[in-house]
């Protein structure tokens, strides 16, 4: 007993010097198989898909409360006069949204195709106020293309690269809110394909890490989970293939005979002409902090 409360009031007192983003940067070796391509590459391949597939951006709105979109309009707080910036904005899920409430909107995205599709959703419902930032955060953050903004959000955009000057900057340029989301099950489909094939054991750098790093910057984050309704659709079960292909490194001829023999048990299919089908729940750590509570 002795030998315990020694040991707690030790970890207590190092609290401060435990390096949580190199304790992030080590699990994230576990996240998806990755292939050598840069975060633009990887997301101007998979920008057409990712609206596709997991997005709807459509006319922008959310489709049901079950839905990622839904979940994080219901909880993030714009008013009228607000500015909003969105790192990682993809084509748009929030973006186009949040312009709707806000007085302006930065939309930052490493992928030129992504922006691409934001801007051509945003011109055919005539949003004026959004600003658009062909950048990586990481060069933003270090430029001067990022100043302070009302509410900062980051979106299942923090998945990789240096963490902790992206955690501690959004710190710094929110002024009235941050809402950042970090992965626990991103695609369920995804990682059980991969576990299928022996890829498996897949998951994300813990979201802990990223509250200790700001609770050691003096900043106490509120927490929650979502578990939001995730719905792919698939013309064929060979698109599904190719579809699961894209951030990782080629499929051989045997993988791809079980991946099938996987999908086709999993998929439904529905509909004529048919479509194949799949609905799982992601989960999402959701962790977000006012200024004026701090
Ligand atoms: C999973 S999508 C999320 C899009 C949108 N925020 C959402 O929640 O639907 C990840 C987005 O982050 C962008 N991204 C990834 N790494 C980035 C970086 N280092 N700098 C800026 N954008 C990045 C990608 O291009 C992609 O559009």
Redesign the pocket.
């Known amino acids: 007993m002795r030998g315990r409360t020694a040991f707690t009031m030790e970890r207590e007192m190092d609290f401060d010097l435990i390096d949580w983003e190199a304790m992030w940067r080590a699990e994230s070796v576990h996240s998806y198989p990755r292939n050598n391509m840069s ?2 590459e ?3 391949k ?2 057409d898909s ?1 609206g596709k597939r ?2 709807r951006v459509k006319d922008g709105e959310a489709r049901d409360k079950h839905d ?2 839904s979940q ?1 309009l219901e909880r993030i707080e714009v008013r009228p006069g607000w500015t909003v910036l ?6 748009g ?3 186009i949204p949040l312009a709707r409430r806000a007085a302006s909107v930065t939309a ?4 030129s195709e ?1 922006l691409r599709q934001l801007e051509s959703q945003a011109d055919s419902l005539s949003l004026t106020n959004i600003r658009y930032v062909h ?6 953050f270090a430029g001067s293309a990022v100043c302070s903004h009302d509410v900062v ?9 240096d963490i902790g000057t992206a955690v501690s900057h959004i710190a710094a340029i929110a002024r009235e809110a941050a809402y950042i ?1 970090s992965p626990i099950i ?1 695609l369920p489909l995804d990682w059980e394909a991969y576990a299928a094939i022996g890829r498996g054991d897949r998951r994300h750098s813990p979201y802990i890490c990223l509250y200790n790093m700001l609770f050691q910057m003096g900043i106490q984050a509120n927490v929650e989970i979502l578990h939001p309704k995730v719905r792919v659709e698939f013309p064929s079960i060979e698109e599904a293939i190719d579809d699961l292909q894209w951030r990782t490194v080629p499929f051989s001829s045997d993988e791809k005979a079980r991946l099938r023999e996987f999908l086709q048990g999993k998929l439904r299919q529905i509909g004529d002409p048919a479509v194949f089908t799949h609905e799982g729940r992601s989960k999402w750590a959701l962790i977000w902090w006012r200024k004026r509570d701090q």
């Open positions: 975060p633009k990887l997301w101007d998979r920008a990712f997991v997005n990622y979109i994080m969105d790192i990682g904005c993809g084509p899920t929030l973006a930052l995205d490493v992928s992504m950048s990586s955060w990481e060069e933003a959000i980051a979106s299942r955009s923090l998945m990789s690269g989301t991103h």
